[in-house]
């Protein structure tokens, strides 16, 4: 079927409008499924700045889950940046001295009260055992949990972080 030229006109007209509608749509959904988890990485680094001392496009995070429990480490990018590295190991040290004693509270400012996990390492902290190790580019704390449901906790807790954390964080 051949067009006349009005309808021709008409027709290139009326595919803009409809590709203009759906390349608006798309963009729409993009944004409203993305933007959400980008302004609460956002937040999360806002409030993790007041709370770790180390920066963190400088760092990464690492969240390993274990069958027993898991493997947080916090690496300089730049393994010769003794700076980044002492306040990662000072911070990480003195944060699994109050993971053994149930103090979550730093995890909890930056994260929020209702942070998946949270509860349950706070009621069964005495359970776990935390153990911090200084390493040549940063630190990690090791948590073993001998109760399932503590190893559990501990994996809601690093994926929470994962997603919270966002590219400052990795889960190997």
Do not use: C
């Amino acid at each position: 079927m051949k067009l006349n030229a009005a309808d021709s006109k008409k027709a290139r007209k009326t595919f803009l409008f409809v590709a203009l509608v759906l390349g608006v749509g798309l963009t729409v959904l993009y944004k409203t499924a993305t933007l959400p988890a980008q302004n609460r990485q956002a937040e999360v680094a806002g409030r993790g700045a007041k709370v770790m001392p180390f920066d963190l496009e400088q760092t990464m995070h690492v969240f390993e889950k274990l069958d027993n429990g898991g493997l947080q480490r916090v690496v300089a990018k730049d393994p010769s940046n003794k700076k980044q590295i002492a306040l990662i190991q000072a911070h990480l040290k003195e944060e699994a001295e109050k993971f053994r004693k149930g103090d979550f509270s730093d995890p909890a400012k930056i994260h929020g009260e209702d942070m998946p996990g949270l509860a349950e390492l706070k009621a069964g902290a005495g359970k776990i055992d935390v153990r911090y190790t200084a390493l040549p580019d940063g630190a990690e704390i090791r948590y073993t949990a001998k109760e399932p449901k503590l190893a559990m906790a501990i994996h809601q807790w690093f994926s929470a972080q994962l997603s919270d954390h966002g590219h400052h964080a990795s889960d190997h």
